[in-house]
């Protein structure tokens, strides 16, 4: 099958990842892949290093009406004859709409967030990535389109084949983008609580973003510089996952939340704040689950965490068989794949193109 995905956010998080493992995935696979990514992507040199991936690297300069992207990526498409064409994210599904070609190939979106259906209008079909996301409001302003049953993010890690037994649950580990949405501030804070009853601790927190200088202040304020350490954007958050006695989901607001699952495939007891992604794969059998934005239910959560490692050990032993049986990529790539067989069928039924 000759598939085109569509990414044109440079940056590095939840949805870029999934964009390059799905590129990655469908290309081991044996399928022709075309990803058409933004200039200075932040997983330009991953996909071109990969086999059966042609990458197609447009500018977009101005913005979401940008007439030359548009056509750039309508080149590509044309000079690739793709069988299907998937978007991600709503300036991809937008300019992508823009330049499709009626009864030429089936365009899909797949969604990341809860989304604005003004942008998603010439889709074939929309995927939503959770029941929530399916049931938003937002798509009530999307006519027409065809919604396909929810496949959830996937993530490409091999999991471990067990969970260690833990000896001690002191050092933990965190990792996002420095924004206020992820409660990096609020983890801050209820480790300083922590500290004046828990002095054998340290957190690693990994990433970058706006926020990184006041969070740095933040810890100094709090007493904490001996204790946090700022690793910066890395490329190897599986490693310290698997390091880690523990995995810290601090956020406010997080759709789905791929880092949990990488977090289940490495056997890596969870906390995790009750945010509407995070409440769809996790539950009080797998994760130490606490309320969003509060420095006290947080502050519970590790003080919980800490004092039972071996219920750590059992949350996240049954994480880890969620995580083989519902995201890892052989559970979930073969859906999308049929997904893509039956949109492709009824789209040449439709159109006359079937053979």
């Known amino acids: 099958m000759k598939i085109a995905q569509v990414m044109l956010d440079p940056n590095y998080g939840g949805a870029q990842r999934y964009f390059a493992d799905l590129c990655l995935e469908l290309a081991c696979r044996g399928h022709s892949v075309l990803s058409i990514i933004r200039n ?21 300069r101005f913005g979401w009406y940008d007439p030359f992207a548009a056509n750039q990526i309508q080149s590509a498409l044309n000079r690739f004859q793709p069988n299907i064409v998937e978007t991600h994210l709503a300036r991809a599904a937008f300019l992508t709409g823009k330049i499709k070609p009626a009864g030429k190939w089936p365009l899909i979106a797949k969604t990341h967030n809860n989304i604005n259906g003004k942008y998603y209008r010439k889709m074939d079909v929309i995927v939503p990535f959770t029941a929530q996301a399916a049931k938003s409001e937002y798509h009530r302003n999307i006519p027409q389109q065809e919604f396909a049953t929810v496949i959830p993010n996937f993530s490409r890690l091999k999991p471990v084949s067990e969970v260690a037994n833990p000896t001690r649950m002191n050092k933990v580990f965190a990792a996002g983008r420095f924004v206020k949405k992820k409660g990096f501030s609020i983890l801050l804070e209820a480790l300083a609580e922590l500290k004046s009853t828990e002095t054998n601790f340290s957190l690693q927190i990994a990433g970058d973003g ?3 200088h006041s969070l740095k202040a933040l810890s100094t304020e709090l007493g904490l510089n001996e204790n946090v350490q700022f690793l910066g954007h890395r490329n190897d958050i599986p490693d310290l996952m698997k390091n880690a006695d ?47 934005g509060e420095k006290s239910a947080l502050f519970h959560g590790l003080r919980k965490a800490l004092q039972d490692p071996e219920g750590c050990r059992i ?29 492709i069928q009824k789209f040449e039924c439709k159109n006359g193109t079937r053979h």
């Open 246 to 292: 523990l995995f810290v989901l601090p956020s406010l607001r997080e759709p789905f939340g791929i880092i949990v699952l990488e977090a289940m495939a490495m056997g890596t007891p969870i906390i995790s704040t009750r945010c509407e992604g995070p409440l769809e794969i996790l539950d009080d059998q797998s994760a130490i689950l606490v309320d969003k």
């Open 315 to 343: 949350r996240a032993q049954n994480a880890l068989t969620v995580y083989k049986s519902c995201y890892a990529a052989d559970a979930v790539v073969p859906k999308i794949l049929t997904l893509y067989d039956d949109v």
């Open 40 to 60: 200075n992507s932040a997983v330009e040199s991953e996909l071109s290093s990969m086999g059966n991936i042609e990458v197609a690297v447009i500018n977009n």
């Open 210 to 212: 706006p926020e990184f």
